[in-house]
């Protein structure tokens, strides 16, 4: 099978416009707009220390689980995805499974990364594998690709990494003292502070939890005081947001258990029951969506990945390595149940959405109505499309619905939720997307052709939006 490098003709200058309008709205509304990327998982040290990369698989490859699982499906043995082989051999690999990840989102990602950080504009094969992966490293070595240059590139304004309530925030505190026109806050991630299906992991965690507070915690009381003292340190240092990665929120109408008894249990070494851990996650949660709104925050909340499916390759290759994936929770009894109770008593803070399951993007949309309040435009939002969902019908879907169902000209917009420097073009993927939706509607007949009105419409949804939703101000750092 043959398979052409010649220009990748496809990645125009109106890559996903389809008509004159959507090119309009794209070209003079979205494209040039700055970045707020609120949530993804950069490692900050790699931003203040500036690094740059040896090669092109160092940044590209390593640590990239959707390109690992395409590799895996089209036969490539593990050796060259994570395995010893070398960076070159690597990168071969991956340059040989490429062409047929076609109709799959990596396969416009790629090349537009190749093409708008590399300006590499053909189709990367096996046969120019090595041209490119030479042509990739020569670039990388310019002072302009380190990790500040690439986010410089893209126009970031603002980044927020994923930290632990235990992290000291050194790399935050580095960075900001430096001045940099690039904001970079922490976002407040709990999660192993009530991940207690596994007792031996929680009881470290526990111990740790209680040197960064200060103490050592001893009872749930004291848990949820080392966790306000945590907030407390995040929130001096710029933090204005909290995530949480679950498969369902969690609610109960009584105390159908005395969570004492279960933090007792739990960090005695104890197995708990489907009931306990449920009922302890939803409580700890609970007094956490309570501190958040006090503190003026933003929570957000990624709901429906059924993790760690394949236990063979996660005692090999620990988690975080492709093999999770959709899961079919319900969700709106509890949702509804636990946003109802903490609005109940006015603590319900700006909140996010996240759904994995398309099945369920009406129950978010419409969820989040029931919600808002008026006390601030679009404080309950229906995030964008996410994990396996931010590819373009996934996109569209998103768009779609919360369109029907709610106001997309409140939308904050796009994020990458991204382990990778190079992984920015999904803004400008999803922007080419949300553009188009718009142009086609005026094609219709079905909006106005009035270009300062969408034009303004779309140029909030991609970034104003999320300018004014979120807190992002280098004066609320206060050390």
Not at 59 to 67: E, N
Not at 104 to 130: M, V
Not at 139 to 164: F, H, N, P, W
Not at 273 to 302: C, D, N, P
């Amino acid at each position: 099978m043959t398979y052409s490098t010649t220009k990748a003709s496809f990645l125009s200058d109106d890559f996903l416009l389809q008509n004159d309008f959507s090119k309009t709205l794209y070209h003079q509304y979205a494209k040039d707009l700055p970045i707020i990327d609120y949530h993804n998982h950069l490692p900050p040290a790699e931003i203040n220390a500036n690094r740059k990369f040896e090669n092109i698989s160092k940044i590209w490859l390593a640590g990239d689980h959707y390109k690992w699982r395409a590799m895996r499906t089209f036969g490539i043995n593990e050796k060259f995805i994570t395995g010893n082989a070398s960076d070159e051999e690597k990168f071969t690999n991956w340059a040989k499974t490429l062409p047929f990840t076609l109709r799959n989102p990596l396969y416009h990602w790629s090349h537009l990364e190749l093409k708008r950080y590399f300006d590499f504009d053909e189709l990367l094969s096996e046969s120019n594998a090595a041209e490119v992966y030479k042509h990739c490293n020569t670039i990388l070595e310019q002072d302009s690709y380190s990790t500040q240059g690439l986010l410089a590139r893209m126009k970031v304004e603002v980044v927020c990494s994923t930290d632990d309530p235990i992290d000291s925030l050194d790399q935050h505190i580095s960075f900001h003292s430096k001045g940099k026109s690039l904001g970079m806050y922490p976002a407040f991630r709990p999660d192993k502070a009530y991940s207690v299906e596994n007792p031996k992991g929680y009881i470290a965690y526990i111990r740790s939890l209680g040197e960064s507070a200060g103490f050592e915690i001893t009872s749930y009381d004291k848990l949820l005081e080392a966790m306000s003292k945590r907030i407390d340190y995040f929130h001096e240092r710029g933090c204005r947001l909290s995530d949480h990665g679950l498969e369902q929120l969690y609610f109960y109408a009584d105390d159908a258990y005395t969570i004492e008894s279960i933090f007792k249990q739990v960090i005695s070494g104890k197995e708990l029951t489907t009931g306990e851990i449920e009922f302890f996650k939803y409580s700890t949660l609970r007094a956490l969506s309570k501190m958040y709104h006090a503190k003026g925050w933003v929570q957000q909340f990624h709901l429906g990945a059924l993790r760690n499916t394949n236990e063979r390759s996660l005692r090999i290759l620990g988690p975080d390595t492709g093999y999770d994936s959709i899961g079919d929770f319900d969700q709106a009894k509890a949702m509804c149940g636990y946003f109802n109770e903490l609005n109940s008593n006015d603590q319900l803070a700006k909140t996010v959405i996240y759904n994995l399951n398309p099945r369920d993007n009406e129950v978010f949309a419409t969820m989040i109505g029931n919600y808002n309040d008026g006390s601030v435009k679009g404080k309950i939002q229906f995030g964008s499309g996410w994990w396996y969902l931010d590819q373009k019908d996934g996109m569209e879907k998103q768009i779609n619905t919360l369109s029907n169902m709610g106001l997309i000209s409140c939308f904050i917009g796009m994020l990458t939720d991204s382990r990778s420097f190079l992984s920015f073009p999904r803004h400008e993927y999803f922007r080419r997307i949300l553009c188009n939706l718009f142009g086609q509607d005026v094609a219709n007949g079905e909006l106005p052709w009035d270009e300062k009105w969408l034009g303004g419409i779309i140029s909030d949804i991609c970034y104003h939006n999320a300018k004014n939703y979120f807190d992002f101000d280098p004066k609320n750092y206060q050390v």
